[in-house]
């Protein structure tokens, strides 16, 4: 790995990040190593804060499983995301991580936490070590784009022009706004010829039909042991164990999350898309229709379904909601429903409340090797205002890590190349 602490840039050279979340970080790193002035300006009252939420259920910060199933987990975006993986990949994570003093484990799904599941004590320790570094922090600042060669932003003092010998924008997706990452560096980007597929939820819930009955009963509940079938891009039906939750208007959780690019697009395609619900999944459909047909005396199907099936609560609910009462009574229906139950999934939930978002700056308006936007020289680009998405599971971070790794090389080595002057 080529490392730029050996060659250092004229320090006369300052280079500008725009977004301090761990993209416009990393960058900072890469970049203050290299011996650049650097300067983060944020619009927001401190710097991390979607990264410090991401630590609040438990910070999943990369993934354990090999090399070739890691980068297959970006999709149609594999090879690009790999050029980012080739410098910094999984376990470059987590040895940077150690030596900002914070441990890691590996759970047992494969993912990796730090030891204390927070992302707190890491941002502490690595901003401390940026500002060692000489890095300027510069909170309160929202870009508004450009004033000629200069960066625009609004501060609590007015607005103010910056200029820079080279910027990284890592302004983020356009999910949580509230946490500073809002999208709207969209059309400043537009107005300059850079192109930018639309931002769309991902990692996000979808909304169904739900009765007010059902929606006011189960809302919240989860669904612990359950398998979706899907069809795939190629329409061919697949299916995962996973859990979920059931919402007010239809369905979030991690088994949904890791669907939901897939969903989204054929909603998108075609209005709307169905997935089938296993609500069984570790009993064979012979089983099933057994234990639905066997002799039940008085007793009603529903308590027959919960002494012999287990079945009751949401999943009883769901059995309601989806089959009519004909086919509720009739036991072959109710026997191949409990192993696939379709549901109607209609729309993805606001890109405010998704995980992250999917769409950004297109790889064809970045030079791969530096992360450079061809419109705009000077001007690079790292993390997820970028094209690509992933489910989650650590992918995010860690491409995002990486990419701000990307464009911290990519501005240091036009720097020290002179192409900046
Ligand atoms: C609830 C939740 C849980 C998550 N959990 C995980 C997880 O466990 N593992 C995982 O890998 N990922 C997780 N993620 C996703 C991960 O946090 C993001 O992918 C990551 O933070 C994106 O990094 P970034 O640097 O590209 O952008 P961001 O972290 O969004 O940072 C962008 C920064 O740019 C600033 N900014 C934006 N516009 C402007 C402007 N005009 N002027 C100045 N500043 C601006 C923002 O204030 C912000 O500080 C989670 C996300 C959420 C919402």
Known sequence: MPDHAMTTAPTISRVAIIGG?????????????????????????????????????????????????????????????????????????????HALGVDTFVGSSG????????????????LHRLREAGVQFHMR?????????????????????????????ALGGGSWARLGSDGAWVPLLQEKSVAVAPLQPSNCGFD???????????????????????????????????????????VEGSLIYALSATLRDQIGAHGSTTIWLDLLPDLSAERVLDEVTRPRGARSMSSHLQSRLGIKGVKSGLLRECLTAAQFADTDSLASALKMLPLVLRRARP?????????????DAIDPASAMLRALPGVFVAGEMIDWEAPTGGYLLTACFASGRAAGRGALDWLLTGRGR
């Open 21 to 97: 979340g761990p993209a416009g970080l990393m960058a900072a790193e890469v970049l203050s190593q290299g011996g650049v002035l650097v300067d983060v300006y944020d619009a927001m009252p401190s710097v991390g804060r979607k990264f410090l939420l991401a630590g609040k259920g438990g910070m999943n910060i990369t993934h354990s499983e090999p090399y070739v199933d890691f980068v297959g987990r970006y999709g149609a975006r594999q090879d690009a995301v790999a050029q980012w993986l080739a410098q910094f990949d999984a376990p470059a994570v987590r040895a940077w991580i």
């Open 111 to 126: 993912r990796v936490f730090p030891t204390a599941m927070k992302a707190a004590p890491l941002l502490r320790a690595w």
């Open 141 to 169: 600042h929202r870009w508004l784009g450009w004033d000629g060669a200069a960066l625009r932003f609004a501060t609590p003092d007015g607005q103010r022009s910056v200029e820079a010998d080279a910027v990284i924008l």
């Open 208 to 250: 169904t039909d739900w009765s007010a009955h059902f929606s006011e009963r189960h809302a919240g509940e989860p669904l612990t042991t359950v398998a979706i079938s899907w069809k795939d891009a190629q329409g061919v039906l697949q299916k995962r164990q996973g859990q979920f939750v059931v919402t007010a208007t239809g």
């Open 351 to 363: 890109i405010d409340e998704a995980i992250s978002s999917a769409g950004g700056v297109r790889f």
